[in-house]
């Protein structure tokens, strides 16, 4: 399986409901390797880059005016087949469809409060974790040979 590498956000309402600690449990206990780690406010332009493929739907303005509430986690993961690995872990968009045991069925309350963001192919990975973070900034993993 070929490793991937994924944008984990923990949206503003980790922050506000002091839930980091559980979700981020989660995601170790899941053995996904993480490359950066950081707190932030993510700014309007890191918004807009983000969820550009949403500037025409409805939703798009309470997205970005949600997503700038409280501060951000964000992560740069990594693992094989980290794209469907963390799709799957994190579960349904809607959180009334999200099933027991995913992130969302077990934490999210609504939409758009629906706890976290994941990368959904390869190549939104890798511009995603580039809004976030700069290459300097993720860690290195140790070479196994």
Request: proline share 6%.
């Amino acid at each position: 399986m070929a490793t991937e590498r994924v944008l984990f956000l923990f949206k503003p309402d980790v922050y506000a409901r002091n839930i980091a600690g559980l979700v981020l449990a989660r995601i170790e206990q899941k053995s996904f390797t993480i490359l950066g780690l950081k707190l932030t406010n993510a700014t309007q332009e890191q918004l807009r880059e983000l969820y550009q493929e949403h500037v025409d739907k409805p939703f798009y303005s309470e997205l970005l005016l949600s997503m700038s509430e409280h501060p951000i986690y964000a992560l740069a993961l990594e693992g094989p087949a980290m794209v469907k690995a963390g799709r799957m872990f994190i579960g349904s968009t809607d959180p009334s469809e999200a099933l027991p045991g995913t992130i969302r069925g077990d934490f999210a309350l609504s939409m758009p409060q629906n706890i976290v963001h994941c990368s959904d192919s390869v190549e939104s990975g890798i511009r995603e974790i580039a809004i976030f973070f700069k290459e300097s900034e993720l860690v290195r993993r140790p070479s196994t040979s």
